[in-house]
């Protein structure tokens, strides 16, 4: 099945239709990222700093996981291409872990068969997400070569990815609460501040993973039923890439370990925010259904990357980027002002996340444009196209900051003495350490992000006008041949 849009303007049908994919996928990430720990640590208490170190040893494998995934997704030769027909198996087989993850099988609670269960099934997940996401990432640079289309195409995906976590952080935990109460599931009741009582229990999540993965599954197959791809059989198959050589590619691509550097430092800096968001509302500020209005704030995201064709039409790269950290730092810092002055105001949290998302949006935008160029880079510079591999490193990159999130969750809420048991009523060192981890650790993370795009990364400029016009040439020299 031919691609003709490989070197052109691609149908916007097939645009939106690769786009949809994103929503379950992401819906599946929002709640492992927003709501697991909560579900480890206050639904089964299990030990908070257990957790964190699970969260860190289960991406220590995905180190070799990730670039492992890639080289095989490189090295496949069908006729119906090299992405599609992994993104098939792997949102099947993540499905099925998926609902294990949020499922005991009535395992007791607290035991020994407890932990290994929740291990098994969270390195498992972590594995099988794998098979699905590195494909449907490395797709997306082999769309399209022209890079003002490569902007308009790239940011469709981030804004239906941005759809699914706006659905999971605004409705998680009421769709949470109704399913408990409507399966009549009321194991696990938190009192809060207006007296009423969530209701965190299993059956609530289990139900919640169930419906995400319908819509996983049918948002993935719009994507592989309607996007065309273009074959690797034949001479265009000639070259495969083995291990060693993927990790070198890796290691020796210096611009894409600062791709890597930016990617990991401000995705943990979001990442971290969502993870605390949960505990920060619900025990600093007394107001667990703020974390709704905070997950409604998503919509926020979407809104940037919408703009960010048109933004960086108009900007330089770097100045978008500056945006894209100076917006979340300012944001975070009135934020942190409102939890003192006004915790339990929506419309003080709609307007901070508003700024911090609008800039989470436009770091997506830029970083996705990004990501293809290093792929041009990597080519020019290794004389291979490893769409792939190359693409493996952001969804490691996706996973570690996860890795990083859960680790100092985990062992954060240990170290200042968060307690499931007296939700609502945490000590004044709790509360304070929230603060810090919600809010002081995210910003010095963007700073530094932004300092390695500013003076590590050099893909932009006149020197992605030089990169581009050579991949081009290159292009155009292999089609002559």
């Known amino acids: ?66 670039p492992m995934m890639g080289m095989i997704c490189d090295n496949t030769r069908t006729k119906y291409g090299k992405f599609r027909i992994w993104l098939v198996i792997g949102t099947l087989v993540n499905s099925v872990f998926f609902i294990l993850l949020f499922t005991t099988l009535g395992i007791e609670k607290g035991s020994t068969a407890m932990y290994v269960y929740v291990s098994v099934m969270y390195i498992l997940y972590g594995m099988t997400y794998t098979i699905m996401d590195v494909p449907y990432w490395s797709w997306l640079p082999n769309l399209s070569s022209n890079p003002h289309e490569r902007e308009s195409i790239s940011v469709i995906p981030r804004i239906f990815a941005s759809f699914g976590g706006f659905i999971v952080c605004t409705f998680g935990l009421r769709f949470i609460n109704f399913f408990n109460n409507m399966l009549g599931d009321n194991s696990v009741m938190q009192e809060q501040a207006d007296g009423s009582f969530l209701n965190i229990s299993e059956s609530g999540f289990t139900a919640v993973a169930i419906c995400i993965v319908v819509l996983f599954i049918v948002c993935i197959g719009i994507t592989v039923l309607n996007v065309k791809e273009k074959p690797t059989t034949g001479a265009a198959a000639a070259q495969k890439t083995g291990l060693k050589e993927t990790f070198s590619i890796i290691i020796h691509n210096d611009q894409l370990v600062a791709f890597i550097g930016l990617l990991l430092t ?31 704030t998503i919509i926020f995201e979407m809104i940037g990357l919408f703009l960010f064709p048109v933004i960086a039409r108009h900007l330089a790269r770097e100045k978008v980027y500056f945006l894209a950290c100076g917006l979340p730092i300012i944001a975070m810092i009135a934020l942190a002002i409102c939890g003192y002055v006004c915790p339990t105001s929506y419309p003080a949290v709609v307007a901070c996340c508003a700024f911090l998302f609008f800039g989470s949006g436009l770091s997506l935008g830029t970083t996705t444009c990004c990501i293809a160029d290093v792929i041009d880079y990597g080519e020019v510079k290794f004389g291979k196209r490893n769409e792939a591999i190359t693409c493996s490193a952001q969804t490691f990159l996706m996973k570690a900051a996860q890795a990083v999130t859960g680790l100092l969750s985990g062992v954060g809420l240990s170290v200042i003495g968060y307690d499931a048991a007296i939700a609502g009523h945490q000590a004044a060192g709790t509360i304070f350490g929230i ?45 002559a041949k």
Not at 4 to 33: E, T, W
Not at 460 to 470: D, I, N
């Open 1 to 66: 099945m031919a691609n003709p849009s490989a070197s052109g303007r691609l149908p916007a049908r097939q645009k939106y239709c690769f786009g949809i994919g994103a929503i379950g996928k992401d819906a599946i990430c929002n709640l492992v990222g927003a709501f697991l720990m909560l579900y480890f640590t206050d639904t089964l208490g299990l030990n908070p700093a257990f957790v964190g170190v699970l969260f860190a040893v289960a991406r220590i494998w995905d180190a070799v996981n990730d």
């Open 435 to 479: 603060r810090v981890l919600m809010f002081v650790v995210p910003i010095v993370l963007c700073i530094i992000s932004f300092l390695i795009f500013k003076c590590v990364y050099k893909l932009k400029g006149e020197k992605l006008t030089e990169l581009t016009a050579q991949v081009n040439a290159l292009h155009a020299a292999q089609a």
């Open 266 to 296: 401000f995705n943990l800096a979001t990442q971290l925010l969502k993870a605390f968001a949960v505990y920060y509302f619900k025990e600093v500020c007394l107001a667990a259904d703020l974390y709704s209005v905070f997950g409604f």
